[in-house]
């Protein structure tokens, strides 16, 4: 059997493993093993099986994986998230759509700590679909427009897409990071501006919005439902503005570090983390709740998700090992070189693969085994692999909103009791959007790559 059937018969494996629900990072092992056996190196089944392990996990490149999961964790922990959207509110609260706009700016916010965009979701779900809800719209729009905006916010650093990227590709994670900064907030901006004209044109669409109880002042909510005393009121809001000089001082430290040099993207996550423990420890304080609480429980999230990470890069790592040893890298690229099709076009066809395949894999699995076929081929065209991690990540994320597998729609659904096919039904303008915005920067790469250039990153 050929190297290039052998990595067929085991993505399929792959596939249906998937469909029977087998845990993803054992989905890849078991597939890897099943295309090491065909192959015929079943008796080093168990060598690359130690070996891929430590290989594949003992970097130190990775330690930023926990850390900013660690640092998402205790600002979420500590009430951050809370106060980032009730002062967020106050600022676009009173405009039409205005709630929406809110989940929106206080998603992105937040994705200057998290890292994460199912973090973002999960910070923000109940919050804001709840909000939406009781101002009288459609809880499963609302729900749509909070997993819409943690797919658009994915790119804001520190993303740990970027860092997988980075070390699955060879590539620069501090200029990733800054490369993802302009596209992740144009994307943010736009689809704030585009729930708020839905808001203010849609007209046809509004009843069924807002669920058929449309309020006197349309959907200009105002933002607290409890009228404070003045005096309180002003030392909420005060309280509130912290949430957000937070975020702003955790990203200034972790970016102005990148790009001064004090210190590389692992150590950028690890100060971050002992500005966030600061933080953490402050806000608890002033809350009076338990500070061996609140580290304990964000210690177990930690630990738990970065398990699970680490275990996919396992999985990742056999199966890598076996399409490597199968030649298919190879020859793909030798097709793709003899083939006559302009660089761009290629790259642009590769990215179309992605979004299909983003429905039925999540996207840390989508990457772990697409990103070692793809990058290679990227580079060896002479295009640059920055600029193409960024649309890399952008098609991964659109994913992670398209059915059957759109994570942020199951996540959001599970907090907030939302329906998940009318989730995606309203979900179709959002993704049509996305699809524009990464249209827009793979036709202007210097949308992704001039700020990496002013660092002196590229």
């Not at 065909?38 to 850390?67: D, E, H, R």
């Not at 797919?151 to 970027?162: E, N």
């Not at 065209?381 to 649309?391: A, E, T």
Request: charged letters at 10%; glycine letters at 12%; a neutral charge.
């Amino acid at each position: 059997m050929s190297g290039e059937l052998v990595a067929l018969v085991a993505t399929i494996a792959l596939l249906l493993f998937i469909a029977i629900e087998v845990p993803i990072a054992l989905s890849l092992m078991g597939s890897g093993i099943l295309g090491l056996i065909l192959l015929g190196q079943g008796a080093n089944v168990t060598g690359v099986l130690g070996s891929t392990a430590y290989s594949s996990t003992a970097k130190y490149a990775l330690f930023v994986i926990c850390m900013y999961v660690l640092l998402g964790s205790l600002i979420s922990n500590a009430g951050i998230g809370m106060a980032i959207y009730r002062s967020v509110n106050r600022l676009v609260g009173r405009l039409p759509g205005g709630l929406a706009a809110t989940a929106v700016g206080a998603t992105t916010l937040f994705s200057g700590i998290s890292g994460s965009s199912a973090a973002d979701v999960a910070a923000f779900g109940r919050i804001s679909v709840n909000e939406m809800t009781r101002h009288g719209y459609r809880r499963e729009y609302a729900a749509a427009v909070v997993a819409a905006a943690g797919a658009f916010a994915a790119l804001i650093p520190p993303a740990i897409g970027f860092v997988f990227y980075g070390i699955i590709a060879e590539e620069s994670i501090s200029a990733l990071i800054f490369a993802g900064i302009v596209p992740g907030i144009l994307s943010c901006v736009l689809l704030a501006v585009f729930v708020i004209l839905r808001a203010r044109f849609t007209r046809g669409e509004r009843r069924a919005e807002f669920g058929g109880r449309l309020a006197a002042a349309d959907d200009q909510v105002t933002a607290p439902s409890v009228v404070a005393p003045r005096s309180l009121a002003a030392r909420i809001a005060h309280s509130d503005a912290w949430g957000v000089v937070y975020a702003a001082i955790i990203f200034a430290i972790v970016i102005g570090g990148l790009y001064s040099g004090q210190f590389t993207a692992t150590e950028a996550g690890a100060i971050g983390v002992v500005v966030a423990a600061v933080i953490t420890v402050v806000e608890v304080l002033k809350r009076r709740t338990s500070i061996f609480r609140t580290f304990s429980l964000s210690l177990r999230e930690s630990v738990g998700t970065s398990s699970m990470i680490f275990l996919l890069l396992v999985g990742g790592g056999v199966f890598g090992y076996m399409i490597t040893l199968s030649g298919l890298p190879q020859t793909l690229t030798r097709a793709i070189e003899g083939s006559g099709f302009p660089p761009l076009a290629v790259a642009g066809l590769m990215l179309l693969v992605l979004i299909p395949l983003g429905m039925v894999l999540d996207g840390l699995t989508l990457m772990l085994v697409v990103v070692p076929l793809i990058a290679p081929i990227v580079t060896g065209l002479g295009l640059d692999g920055v600029w193409y991690g960024v649309l890399v990540l952008k098609a991964v994320e659109i994913g992670l909103i398209t059915p059957p597998v759109g994570l942020n729609v199951f996540i959001i659904s599970a907090a907030t009791g939302a329906k998940v096919e009318q989730v995606f039904r309203f979900l179709v303008p959002f993704v049509v959007l996305d699809l524009a915005v990464t249209a827009a920067l793979f036709c202007f790469p210097d949308i992704v790559l001039w700020l990496p250039r002013m660092a002196g990153l590229l």
